[in-house]
């Protein structure tokens, strides 16, 4: 059975520290695998990786994916307030299905 | 920018009551997707829809069904409310693998309580 699973399950930090959150993957046919944010609302889109060691950035988060090892890491450097949230990953599969499995997420606080 | 819009963002109803959640989409997607999210469940698949009149059970579709008429609009029905209904409902829209960027693009969501 396909599964994903997130780690750690929540985390507190104070504003500048570095954080990496967890996601690790079992599933057939895998085709990419997706982090998003979200805070009291709606989850927002962070990043689509399909390639493994090929590393995504937007301003101070970053992710990297590890095809062979089945896992990705969210890093988020000089942490902010505003960074508060809970970070979901997902994947999909290459055939067979439109569906997006989730993993259960990571509540991440950070602390002025 | 993509906007999934929710038909009401907080829904009380009684037991037993049928209920209607709509999700309105204006990127021409084809894919839509309803989500009930709970505390320590995260994220799971009610019903999903690839195309007009199509639909496909996600993990936990008893108790629920959807509607595709137009390709904008993707409608869940709870066909008889019950309190383990009570949940965080999200509804989410994406291209075809090959048609478009294929990540997911969420509503606002509708927190229900039944009663």
């Known amino acids: 059975e396909d599964k994903v699973v997130q780690s750690p399950l929540s985390l507190v930090v104070h504003e500048g520290d570095t954080v990496t959150l967890n996601c690790s993957y079992e599933?057939?046919?895998?085709?990419?695998l997706l982090w998003y944010k979200q805070e009291k609302k709606a989850p927002t889109f962070l990043f689509m990786l399909?390639?493994?060691?090929i590393e995504k950035k937007s301003g101070r988060l970053s992710s990297i994916l590890d095809k062979k090892e089945l896992f990705s890491i969210l890093n988020i450097t000089a942490t902010q307030t505003g960074d508060s949230a809970v970070y979901l990953c997902a994947f999909t599969r290459s055939s067979g299905t439109y569906k997006y499995i989730f993993g259960t997420g990571t509540r991440l606080k950070v602390l002025a | 920018d993509v906007k999934v819009t929710q038909s009401s963002r907080y829904l009380v109803k009684r037991t037993g009551e049928k209920v209607f959640l709509e999700c309105v989409q204006d990127?021409?997607?084809?894919?839509m997707f309803w989500y009930r999210q709970d505390p320590g469940l995260g994220l799971r698949l009610i019903y999903f829809s690839y195309d007009v009149k199509m639909k496909e059970k996600g993990d936990i579709p008893e108790g629920y069904s959807v509607s595709r008429e137009k390709k904008e609009r993707f409608s869940l029905i709870l066909e008889s409310a019950s309190t383990n209904q009570t949940s965080m409902y999200l509804c989410a829209s994406s291209f075809l693998e090959g048609q478009g960027p294929y990540e997911q693009y969420f509503g606002p969501g509708t927190r229900l309580t039944v009663t």
């Open positions: 990127m021409d997607h084809e894919n």
């Open positions: 399909t390639s493994s060691g």
């Open positions: 599933v057939t046919n895998f085709r990419s």
